[in-house]
């Protein structure tokens, strides 16, 4: 998992209640720069995209058709319904102890598609909840999902990292094993 130097001396000068603003010029290029670097040292060749959907961002890879990371502001809880059509027609390739995980929370907005990806069910509905809950519970922080995969064409992450940066405090950082143990 990539390791963000300064990152908590920064959050901890930024004032409580500073605007996304903030984030967007400070905060995100340095993530991303970041994520983009440690991806491209375990995957060659790779076709990087950043798109916005609802109110989050995504990296994703086209070549190897797969989410590298997801990140946005946290507007609360989010009540729209669940788009069950769209989640059940999402390949779910991995096996049966995988679900089709959201990168960022519906709780947070987060939608389908490109937001859904491989993950263990015992993460999905163990320790990923927690952060995610934070997140809901703590409008203006900018919460992150970053997944890491095998140099192989393989669309199932080995592991994933979730962030919480909350503007006066250091930065919440969790990692997670995303694969059987043989």
């Given amino acids: 998992?990539?390791?963000?130097?300064?990152?908590?001396?920064?959050?901890?000068?930024?004032?409580?209640?500073?605007?996304?603003?903030?984030?967007?010029?400070?905060?995100?290029?340095?993530?991303?720069?970041?994520?983009?670097?440690d991806y491209a040292r375990s995957v060659k060749g790779s076709q990087i995209v950043e798109t916005t959907v609802d109110n989050f961002s995504y990296l994703f890879d086209i070549k190897a058709q797969r989410l590298i990371a997801a990140w946005?502001?946290?507007?609360?809880?989010?009540?729209?319904?669940?788009?069950a059509s769209r989640m059940a027609g999402h390949p779910k390739s991995a096996g049966e102890r995988y679900h089709r995980g959201h990168a960022i929370a519906h709780?947070?907005?987060?939608?389908?598609?490109?937001?859904?990806?491989?993950?263990?069910?015992?993460?999905?509905?163990?320790?990923?909840?927690?952060?995610?809950?934070e997140a809901v519970n703590t409008p203006g922080v900018l919460y992150f999902t970053y997944w890491s995969y095998r140099p192989s064409d393989s669309q199932t992450p080995i592991a994933v990292q979730q962030g919480l940066l909350c503007p006066g405090r250091p930065a919440k950082l969790r990692g997670h094993a995303n694969e059987l143990r043989a």
Avoid at 9 to 37: C, N, Q
Avoid at 115 to 126: D, E, K
């Fill in 1 to 37: 998992m990539p390791d963000y130097p300064g990152l908590d001396g920064f959050l901890l000068r930024m004032a409580a209640g500073t605007s996304e603003g903030v984030f967007d010029k400070d905060v995100i290029p340095t993530l991303v720069d970041t994520w983009v670097e």
């Fill in 72 to 83: 946005g502001i946290s507007r609360g809880r989010h009540g729209g319904k669940r788009d």
């Fill in 107 to 133: 709780t947070l907005g987060g939608g389908t598609d490109i937001n859904l990806v491989a993950q263990l069910g015992s993460v999905n509905i163990g320790p990923f909840r927690a952060l995610e809950r």
